[in-house]
Structure formats: structure tokens, C-alpha cells
């Protein structure tokens, strides 16, 4: 059958979920037996998130083909086995860009070039284009409804609701009904302002997922419905919940799948959603606990590093453990010394250190690191924690007191992590950089070989500096062994320290390619290691 599509906005406020929201509506349609896909559009005019901070905006996900993204991606590939591209994020920049280059090359043959229809139109293409081959294609509005920067999105999705045909698209606002604690009572009034505001773009929306604190009784959904021109069975309560698996349960309590089902005219099976339940059943009853530190740069906003507390959570379930995460600022350890050091991680179980960009806090990752190596604390290094593994190694095993990193002393005398040759720091930023999926082969006999079951593999990048393979000899003949590679052999990938538990480097993100039903092999094998120490 042709493409079937769900626009999803958002009013009231911002952080509503509306990437949750999705991610549970594909989850629920793919457990129907669709074919799904996702796409962001998002307002503001950066190109992509790649530059931007990530305590403002969040984690950026990479994806297999090296788009750097919006972090609902992220959501969506672990809700969902949707395998998405640039195809599926798309920002105002991007579209402004690519309609003036075409403007520059004359594609429009001299006509004036407007927001319509050229700008909208640019949009529609992309939404068309990423939805080919799946039955069921969602599309997300970043943003809130009455933003001046989602006016020409909403705008397309207009057009194409009606170029599309009534049984062939729907549209979900996601809103907010908040809990006046004063009155004691929830108020519709929000919701039916973010309402009308939509209605006057043009856009009547079929559903309501209603933001709650509180459950929305029979009455004031009969009100909702009469104020916003929905039926009543399309007021869908989504109310807080302790864990974000637990939505796409919620929604099919609220009837939301077979709702969707009716009005795009889909004849499907019932989802069964067994596994979601046990995987909340195992949420909510781990066998054992355990504390873990995450030593990281952007300590202000944990959505800075979601994929990855996701990911631990996935090893998590696979353990039967509930984990904790201390969240250790390494700038305070730089301040404090051996004593906030000591303090922060002599109760943890295990220790992971995050990517990131800067200098701010390097030596108090480092010094977090040593102290993993030193006492036998289960660690992970993912991407600039592993070169910082490497630097700490050397400087305090290998006798290389100088030992650093290219990118925060251009003119260190011990480069163990370099620029390639060519490659500098000058060069503009978001375009310099090892993106998206490489090939790695992991040495047969090793902790890294056991826990993927394999020796060839392929993991997402985000980098732009490498392991010096000068130093290759010395830190093998210490045993801090080279163990993954690319292909050609000369890109480090994989590192592990022989005489210890768990201290493992890597080059690339694993926490971009865990779901909570495949969790990735190297989260499990940390919770592992560490599970073997408690007592």
C-alpha cells in the first residue's frame, strides 16, 4: 500500500514528549505488523545540531550514515527497528540552504522564490522521500504550535494533509492539561488555545495526547472534546510515568493504536506487547543494585548524554540489576584533588567516562580514569574517554610525563592522541570529523571478541583526533593491548588493559546503537564485571 502519515505537533509548552509520543506510536504500529519510519523537522536555522551545546539542546545522535542529529533519532531507533538516515532530520538551515542554492543555479528559472511555494515545497519533498518503501511514515514538528520559526512546517504538512486524502493522514497534537494545585483541579484552557492556534493554520487535529499529572475523568474529556472539535475517544490521556518503556503500554490502555487504525483506514493484527511488559516487569524489580559513575563535561542537562544512560539501563534489564548513576562533575575533581576524587568514586561499582569536546575537565577525567585503573574499578572509555585512558596510562605506566592529546596542547612533546596527517585543528568546525558507521576487527582471544560473539563489527563515530600507533609497541608490551582496529590496521578502535577486570577504551559510541531489547555487548559486559563485585 502508499505511505500512510501521522503529523504530530506539539502546544502549550515545550519538552511535552513529543519524541516519546512518537517513538510509542511506531513502537505500537510496528507491533502490528507496519512498516515504519520516523522524521524531525526541526525550526531553528543551524544546519544541524553538531555544533551546538549540548547542555541548550541535548545529546546529538549520529546515525548509520553520519547525519549528525536531533536526539529524538535516538528515541526512535530504540523504540522502533526503523533504520534511519539524513533522510530522517531535517532542520530550517538545511532547507533555506538547499532552496537558495538551487535559486543560485537557476533551477527555478528566474521566478521569484518565496516561502510558498518553494520552501514549503522543499519540505513536502523530503517528508515524501523519506517515507518511500514503509507503510506508515511519522512526522514530528519540533517546537511549540504559534512559534514563528514552525510556521512554513506546519504550513507543509497543510498542504499535504490535503494532497494526501483524509484516509491517508492524521494529525496528533500533543498538549499540556496542567494541575492547578491552588484550585485543585486540572484546567482545559492551555490546551484549547494551543488548539485554536492550530485551527488557524489550517490544521484541525484528529487526536489529543494530553500531557497530565492527574487522570482525566470522563467529564473533563467530554469538555475537551467539545472545545477542540475531536471525538471523545480521541482524547488520549498521557499521563507521567516513572519510566518512558512504560508509554507505548499507557497508549494502548488509551485504545490510541486502534484510534490510529480507524481513522488512516488500516487493517491490521493486534500488537502483542508482551515483551514490553517484561521488560517493566524487570524495571521494576531488579534483583540487585549498583552504583555508577559517569564522569562527564555536560553535568547541567542529563539529556546531554541520553543515549548513553539509556544504554546502561538496557544492560541493566539484561542483568537483572537496578543501576544508579552518579553524575560526577570532573572539574570538581580537578578543584578538590585525591580527597573529592576518592570521594566521588571509592563506593562506585564501575566507572564510565563520555565523548565530549573541550578542554574544560580533561584532567579530572583523567584523574578519574587512573583511579579506575589503579583499584580495579570496572571502566568504560567511549571515544574521548579512551584517549584520555591512553594519555593517563602513559603518563603514569609508560614514564611519558608529557604524555597528552594534540587537541588541548597542539605542541605536546608526546602526541599519544593526534590529528592525521593533514588534518589540523583549524579546520571548520563539524566538518573534520570520523562520522557515522566503520568497519572494526577485533584480535580472536579477547574480552572484546567474548563479549560481541564476533570479530568483525561495525560502530558509530563522532571524532576527529586518533590513537598515535607510534606508541603502539610500548603500550603492548605493558599490556594495554590494541585490540580492535580498522580494517587496513591502522586506526585504533578497541583498547583493553590486560591485568584488570574491566577497563576497556573505544574509539566509536556504543550507546548509539543499544535498544532495550538488543542492549550492546560492552554495556553488558561492564555491568558484568561489576556485578561480580558486589556483595
Same mark, same amino acid.
Given at each position: 500500500?502508499?505511505?500512510?502519515?501521522?503529523?504530530?505537533?506539539?502546544?502549550?509548552?515545550?519538552?511535552?514528549?513529543?519524541?516519546?509520543?512518537?517513538? *510509542?506510536?511506531?513502537?505500537?504500529?510496528?507491533?502490528?505488523?507496519?512498516?515504519?519510519?520516523?522524521?524531525?523537522?526541526?525550526?531553528?536555522?543551524?544546519?544541524?545540531?553538531?555544533?551546538?551545546?549540548?547542555?541548550?539542546?541535548?545529546?546529538?545522535?549520529?546515525?548509520?550514515?553520519?547525519?549528525?542529529?536531533?536526539?529524538?533519532?535516538?528515541?526512535?531507533?530504540?523504540?522502533?527497528?526503523?533504520?534511519?538516515?539524513?533522510?530522517?532530520?531535517?532542520?530550517?538551515?538545511?532547507?533555506?540552504? +538547499?532552496?537558495?542554492?538551487?535559486?543560485?543555479?537557476?533551477?527555478?528559472?528566474?521566478?521569484?522564490?518565496?516561502? $510558498?511555494?518553494?520552501?514549503?515545497? +522543499?519540505?513536502?519533498?523530503?517528508?515524501?522521500?523519506?517515507?518511500?518503501?514503509?507503510?506508515?511514515?511519522?512526522?514530528?514538528?519540533?517546537?511549540?504550535?504559534?512559534?514563528?520559526?514552525?510556521?512554513?512546517?506546519? +504550513?507543509? /504538512?497543510?498542504?499535504?494533509?490535503?494532497?494526501?486524502?483524509?484516509? %491517508?493522514?492524521?494529525? /496528533?497534537?500533543?498538549?499540556?492539561?496542567?494541575?492547578?494545585?491552588?484550585?485543585?483541579?486540572?484546567?482545559?484552557?492551555?490546551?484549547?488555545?494551543?488548539?485554536?492556534?492550530?485551527?488557524?493554520?489550517?490544521?484541525?487535529?484528529?487526536?489529543?495526547?494530553?500531557?497530565? &499529572?492527574?487522570?482525566?475523568?470522563?467529564?473533563?474529556?467530554?469538555?475537551?472534546?467539545?472545545?477542540? %472539535?475531536?471525538?471523545?475517544?480521541?482524547? $488520549?490521556?498521557?499521563?507521567?510515568?516513572?519510566?518512558?518503556?512504560?508509554?507505548?503500554? @499507557?497508549?494502548?490502555?488509551?485504545?490510541?493504536?486502534?484510534? $490510529?487504525?480507524?481513522?488512516? %483506514?488500516?487493517? *491490521?493484527?493486534?500488537?502483542?506487547?508482551?515483551?514490553?511488559?517484561?521488560? /517493566?516487569?524487570?524495571?521494576?524489580?531488579?534483583?540487585?543494585?549498583?552504583?555508577?559513575?559517569?564522569?562527564?563535561?555536560?553535568?547541567?542537562?542529563? &539529556?546531554?548524554?541520553?543515549?548513553?544512560?539509556?544504554?546502561?539501563?538496557?544492560?541493566?534489564?539484561?542483568?537483572?540489576?537496578?543501576?544508579? /548513576?552518579?553524575?560526577?562533575?570532573?572539574?570538581?575533581?580537578?578543584?578538590?584533588?585525591?580527597?573529592?576524587?576518592?570521594? %566521588?568514586?571509592?563506593?562506585?561499582?564501575?566507572? $564510565?567516562?563520555?565523548?565530549?569536546?573541550?578542554?574544560?575537565?580533561? &584532567?579530572?577525567?583523567?584523574?578519574?580514569?587512573?583511579?579506575?585503573?589503579?583499584?580495579?574499578?570496572?571502566?568504560?572509555?567511549?571515544?574521548?574517554?579512551?584517549?584520555?585512558?591512553?594519555?593517563?596510562?602513559?603518563? @603514569? &605506566?609508560?614514564?611519558?610525563?608529557?604524555?597528552?592529546?594534540?587537541?588541548?596542547?597542539?605542541?605536546?612533546?608526546?602526541?599519544?592522541?593526534?590529528?592525521?596527517?593533514?588534518? *589540523?585543528?583549524?579546520?571548520?568546525?563539524?566538518?573534520?570529523?570520523?562520522?557515522?558507521?566503520?568497519?572494526?576487527?577485533?584480535?580472536?582471544?579477547?574480552?572484546?571478541? @567474548?563479549?560481541?560473539?564476533?570479530?568483525?563489527?561495525?560502530?558509530?563515530?563522532?571524532?576527529?583526533?586518533?590513537?598515535?600507533?607510534?606508541?603502539?609497541?610500548?603500550?603492548?608490551?605493558?599490556?594495554?593491548?590494541?585490540?580492535?582496529?580498522?580494517?587496513?590496521?591502522?586506526?585504533?578502535?578497541?583498547?583493553?588493559?590486560?591485568?584488570?577486570?574491566?577497563?576497556?577504551?573505544?574509539?566509536?559510541?556504543?550507546?548509539?546503537?543499544?535498544?532495550?531489547?538488543?542492549?550492546?555487548?560492552?554495556?553488558?559486559?561492564?555491568?558484568?564485571?561489576?556485578?561480580?563485585?558486589?556483595?
Amino acid at each position: 500500500m502508499a505511505s500512510k502519515f501521522i503529523f504530530i505537533t506539539g502546544g502549550v509548552v515545550s519538552s511535552l514528549g513529543k519524541g516519546i509520543a512518537a517513538s *510509542s506510536i511506531a513502537a505500537l504500529m510496528e507491533a502490528r505488523g507496519l512498516r515504519v519510519t520516523l522524521v524531525k523537522m526541526d525550526p531553528y536555522i543551524n544546519v544541524d545540531p553538531g555544533t551546538m551545546n549540548p547542555i541548550e539542546h541535548g545529546e546529538v545522535f549520529v546515525t548509520e550514515d553520519g547525519a549528525e542529529t536531533d536526539m529524538d533519532l535516538g528515541h526512535y531507533e530504540r523504540f522502533s527497528s526503523a533504520a534511519l538516515t539524513r533522510l530522517n532530520n531535517f532542520t530550517t538551515g538545511q532547507i533555506y540552504d +538547499e532552496v537558495i542554492s538551487k535559486e543560485r543555479r537557476g533551477d527555478y528559472l528566474g521566478t521569484t522564490v518565496q516561502v $510558498i511555494p518553494h520552501i514549503t515545497n +522543499e519540505i513536502k519533498d523530503r517528508i515524501l522521500k523519506a517515507a518511500a518503501g514503509v507503510d506508515l511514515c511519522l512526522v514530528e514538528v519540533g517546537g511549540t504550535t504559534g512559534d514563528i520559526e514552525s510556521l512554513p512546517f506546519l +504550513e507543509a /504538512i497543510r498542504q499535504l494533509k490535503t494532497d494526501l486524502g483524509r484516509d %491517508n493522514s492524521l494529525s /496528533i497534537h500533543v498538549t499540556l492539561i496542567p494541575w492547578m494545585k491552588s484550585a485543585g483541579e486540572l484546567k482545559t484552557k492551555p490546551t484549547q488555545h494551543s488548539v485554536k492556534e492550530l485551527l488557524s493554520i489550517g490544521i484541525q487535529p484528529d487526536i489529543l495526547l494530553c500531557r497530565t &499529572e492527574k487522570p482525566i475523568d470522563q467529564e473533563l474529556r467530554r469538555k475537551i472534546a467539545l472545545f477542540c %472539535n475531536v471525538t471523545e475517544t480521541c482524547v $488520549i490521556e498521557a499521563m507521567d510515568v516513572p519510566q518512558v518503556y512504560e508509554v507505548p503500554l @499507557k497508549f494502548h490502555e488509551e485504545a490510541l493504536d486502534a484510534r $490510529i487504525c480507524e481513522k488512516l %483506514n488500516i487493517w *491490521s493484527a493486534k500488537p502483542n506487547l508482551d515483551r514490553w511488559r517484561d521488560l /517493566i516487569q524487570k524495571l521494576k524489580s531488579p534483583k540487585s543494585q549498583m552504583l555508577l559513575g559517569l564522569v562527564g563535561k555536560y553535568m547541567s542537562l542529563k &539529556e546531554s548524554y541520553k543515549s548513553l544512560s539509556e544504554a546502561i539501563l538496557h544492560a541493566a534489564v539484561a542483568e537483572d540489576l537496578g543501576v544508579e /548513576i552518579r553524575y560526577i562533575d570532573p572539574e570538581e575533581i580537578e578543584s578538590g584533588g585525591a580527597e573529592v576524587l576518592k570521594e %566521588n568514586l571509592e563506593s562506585v561499582n564501575a566507572v $564510565i567516562v563520555p565523548g565530549g569536546f573541550g578542554k574544560r575537565g580533561v &584532567e579530572g577525567k583523567i584523574m578519574a580514569l587512573d583511579y579506575a585503573r589503579e583499584h580495579r574499578i570496572p571502566c568504560l572509555g567511549i571515544c574521548l574517554g579512551m584517549q584520555l585512558m591512553s594519555v593517563g596510562f602513559a603518563r @603514569k &605506566e609508560l614514564g611519558r610525563k608529557k604524555a597528552h592529546s594534540q587537541e588541548f596542547q597542539a605542541e605536546t612533546a608526546e602526541p599519544v592522541i593526534h590529528y592525521l596527517k593533514g588534518q *589540523s585543528e583549524s579546520i571548520q568546525k563539524g566538518g573534520s570529523m570520523r562520522l557515522g558507521s566503520y568497519p572494526c576487527q577485533i584480535q580472536p582471544e579477547t574480552l572484546s571478541a @567474548k563479549l560481541y560473539g564476533k570479530t568483525e563489527i561495525r560502530e558509530r563515530h563522532r571524532h576527529r583526533l586518533e590513537f598515535n600507533s607510534d606508541y603502539a609497541s610500548d603500550f603492548e608490551k605493558n599490556g594495554f593491548r590494541l585490540v580492535g582496529k580498522s580494517p587496513d590496521g591502522k586506526l585504533v578502535e578497541m583498547i583493553e588493559l590486560e591485568s584488570h577486570p574491566f577497563f576497556v577504551g573505544v574509539q566509536f559510541h556504543p550507546e548509539f546503537q543499544s535498544k532495550p531489547f538488543e542492549p550492546h555487548p560492552l554495556f553488558v559486559g561492564l555491568l558484568q564485571a561489576a556485578k561480580a563485585n558486589l556483595v
